[in-house]
């Protein structure tokens, strides 16, 4: 229903400028053409600026000088920015659809035994078109009242409304929300995180060499302390040091010929550059700390990291170097995976996928012995018969797991898990035999202390011939019941420990 386009009705309006006041200027009627309505039965049903039999709330809204405090009310071609805006509604349906109005008119507030309400701080068009959405559940929203629209829905708790406002987020360009990211006030955080939430989906826009500097500090951390930005690590260092270079004294070139020409500065100019240069360094120190280095190659570490060694902190570059010479079938620790650095980040369109990895650490229970921990996500999604983890090493001999998901052959209800013995022909030949004491263990979620262990027999011998041993652990039916804590968020983890190893060679 189009509520703008018929004759005007008359509006009724309070509070007219000084500027309009002292010139005795009449509003033409095409400044009035906004708050039109179809017809008048339509007007009867619909909030507006003159008063029927219907209309049992009244909305005052204070003029622009009062809302610009410090103001003098003189307005410039736009008298009517200084108007006090009335506009007359009904009580019932105004507080139906929003939880705000709902508590201010019917739980006993001041407020729900007055007729008629001031509201401040809204612009008069505003707060009309959210009263139109109340009526209507249709919102207006365009760039230009973008912010007002998201700020107003919040105060009066529109999730809704808000909802209309993301959508429209999502539907700018890269171009116009570059805009509305530098323009960003920071007026509303969740405001500001939605646009870089379209930032990261294009970063590949947003971080390029060409436009990065343009990015101020805060929304660069922001962006850098995501895990789902879809570029090379390398190329996002690149962006960084453009960013540096352009926003910063330290990649500056003329720093230090400026430093040694000028002898005349004062010890005060040369004390602000100074401080100046250390809240640069801290800043980048800050920045390169979200840089996630050892997801570099070791080509791309020598040849384009390395030319800046001497802004980069010492400690990331002997982490990168330490984790790209360690050998790719180690597990990471525990630790390891608590430092956001040393893992990747994950690519947006990135297909979920069974867990494959496994994870080192200390058996509280045997600390003698040597534990991984399999962790397989998205486990009910696993439709093949038989799923493998990723190969690891532990006593210096290469192992890899089988898991039965959906149950194997000879056990079709239950869960199976297996451990192998992977020859490494540098290190075994095919006569090989490794005599091992070890037993799994599946994780109770919920209660670490209920989880169940599966012991093997002593010194099960692995060879060429026999390289899989394993066992059932737990029928479907009970690991898939959420009440017992075996699965949690669609991930079952077991436990692998070895307490015994000896490794021969025929």
Same mark, same amino acid.
């Given at each position: 229903m189009d509520f703008l386009n018929v004759k005007p009705i008359e509006l009724e309006l309070q509070g007219l400028s000084i500027?309009?006041?002292?010139?005795? !200027? =009449?509003?033409d009627l095409d400044e009035f053409n906004q708050y039109k309505f179809v017809d008048e039965s339509d007007y009867e049903d619909q909030p507006s600026f003159q008063k029927n039999l219907s209309h049992d709330l009244t909305f005052l809204l204070p003029t622009l000088d009062q809302l610009q405090d410090g103001a003098d009310g003189v307005g410039v071609g736009g008298a009517d920015q200084h108007l006090r805006g009335r506009i007359y509604a009904h009580k019932s349906k105004v507080a139906l659809k929003s939880e705000y109005f709902s508590l201010l008119l019917t739980?006993?507030?001041?407020?729900?035994k007055q007729q008629e309400i001031s509201i401040p701080n809204i612009s008069v068009d505003i707060f009309f078109e959210i009263l139109m959405f109340l009526y209507t559940s249709e919102l207006s929203v365009n760039q230009e009242n973008l912010t007002s629209m998201f700020l107003v829905c919040d105060q009066f708790l529109l999730e809704d409304g808000k909802q209309i406002c993301r959508d429209f987020i999502k539907t700018l360009d890269n171009l116009i929300l570059e805009r509305f990211l530098l323009e960003d006030n920071g007026l509303c955080s969740e405001l500001t995180d939605l646009y870089i939430e379209q930032v990261c989906s294009n970063s590949s826009f947003f971080l390029n060499i060409e436009r990065v500097s343009k990015l101020g500090k805060d929304v660069l951390v922001k962006i850098l302390n995501r895990d789902d930005i879809p570029m090379k690590e390398i190329d996002i260092f690149r962006s960084t040091i453009e960013w540096i270079s352009c926003n910063t004294v330290l990649l500056s070139s003329s720093q230090h010929s400026t430093a040694t020409t000028n002898t005349t500065a004062t010890t005060n100019s040369n004390s602000n550059s100074l401080l100046i240069e250390q809240q640069d360094k801290n800043l980048v120190s800050k920045i390169f700390h979200l840089v996630r280095f050892p997801s570099i190659d070791y080509e791309d570490m020598v040849n384009v990291v390395e030319p800046y060694n001497h802004l980069i $902190?010492?400690? %990331?570059l002997l982490e990168s170097y330490r984790f790209l010479s360690?050998?790719? #079938?180690?597990?990471?620790?525990?630790?390891? #995976?608590?430092? $956001?650095?040393?893992?990747?980040?994950?690519r947006?369109? =990135?297909? %979920?996928?069974?867990?494959?990895?496994? /994870?080192?650490? =200390?058996?509280p229970d045997h600390k003698k012995c040597h534990s991984v921990s399999w962790p397989i996500h998205n486990f009910s999604t696993i439709k093949s018969?038989?799923?493998?983890?990723?190969?690891? !090493?532990?006593?210096? %001999?290469t192992w890899k797991m089988w898991a039965y998901p959906?149950?194997?052959?000879?056990?079709?209800?239950?869960?199976?898990?297996? &451990?192998?013995?992977? +020859?490494?022909?540098?290190?075994?030949?095919?006569?090989? &035999? +490794?005599?091992?004491?070890?037993f799994f263990g599946l994780v109770n979620q919920k209660n670490k202390t209920l989880c169940r262990h599966y012991p093997s027999s002593p010194n099960v011998l692995f060879n060429y011939e026999k390289s899989v041993w394993g066992n059932g652990l737990i029928e479907l039916k009970l690991l898939y019941d959420k009440s017992l804590g075996y699965m949690?968020?669609?991930?079952?983890? /077991?436990? #692998?420990? /070895? %307490?015994?190893? /000896?490794? &021969?060679?025929?």
């Open positions: 500027a309009t006041v002292k010139n005795n !200027e =009449q509003w739980n006993g507030m001041k407020e729900s $902190p010492s400690n %990331l360690k050998p790719k #079938l180690i597990p990471m620790s525990e630790n390891d #995976l608590l430092n $956001p650095r040393l893992t990747p980040r994950k947006t369109n =990135q297909v %979920l996928v069974p867990g494959c990895d496994v /994870i080192s650490f =200390q058996c018969q038989k799923h493998v983890s990723n190969c690891f !090493e532990m006593y210096g %001999l959906a149950g194997e052959a000879k056990h079709s209800d239950s869960f199976s898990v297996y &451990l192998e013995a992977v +020859r490494v022909k540098e290190k075994e030949s095919y006569e090989f &035999l +490794r005599n091992t004491t070890f949690d968020n669609d991930c079952v983890t /077991i436990q #692998l420990h /070895i %307490l015994e190893c /000896i490794a &021969l060679d025929g």
